[in-house]
């Protein structure tokens, strides 16, 4: 599996750097800055939409130096603040909601993106979130075995809606927020540490989620795409 793609034709990029797993087409893209990390999602996000893609699709991709993502609805002007307190790093806006993230080259990132009209997971939000974090939950379980990830659970379910619903475009207000400084419900855990968070885009055809798992560094990342996808 390459790790190292330069893009060229986006289209070609999905015809070519893809096998194909179960009902989903998984790619791998390798180490990319982040706005072709973003381009890339957002494009086949408005491809999905059109109708000129409808096979679902998981995406994994790393980040070829310390980036910031951050949701489109968010104050732009703290994310730049942030990004000087971080060391000048880079920032781009993803096509999701959701807070900020400071992505190391050390970590993975992932998308889903798929047809609504093939009801692949739960419409519902909250209950798609939950169903995509026990899958990754259960991959790196099975990839780290020494390890005891978790879901985080708040108590109510209108607790969880609540929180949730800030990582979906309907109901996210705009303001400013670190994502992986406070756990919602249903991010994944280690121990008090959060180590998956997402966000999400739904639109009336499609459902795009954005995905960052923390890593240590040193791991097999080819081997854990595979555990990853194994489990969709």
Known sequence: MRRNFKIGSH??????MSFQKFSWQVLDSGILPGHENMTIDKWALEEMDSGLIQIPKIRFFQWNK????????????????????AGHVDYVQRPTAGGAVL?????????????RKKKILPEHPRACYEAIHLKIK???????PNRDFS???????????????????????????ICFATP??????????KVVGGAMRLTKKSIL?????ILDGGENIPSLIEKISSVF
């Open 151 to 177: 879901l985080h659970k708040k108590e109510g379910t209108a607790d969880c809606a609540a929180q949730v619903a800030n990582s979906i475009e309907e109901t996210a207000p705009v303001h400013f927020s």
């Open 66 to 85: 310390p980036t910031i993502s951050f949701g489109y609805l968010m104050d732009q002007t703290k994310v730049k603040e942030w990004a000087v307190e």
């Open 103 to 115: 992505h190391k080259q050390t970590d993975l990132s992932l998308s889903l993106l798929w047809p």
């Open 138 to 144: 259960n991959a790196l379980g099975t990839f780290f």
């Open 11 to 16: 289209l070609n990029f999905f015809d070519e």
């Open 209 to 213: 989620y954005q995905g960052h798992i």
């Open 184 to 193: 919602v419900c249903n991010d994944v855990m280690l121990g008090e540490k």
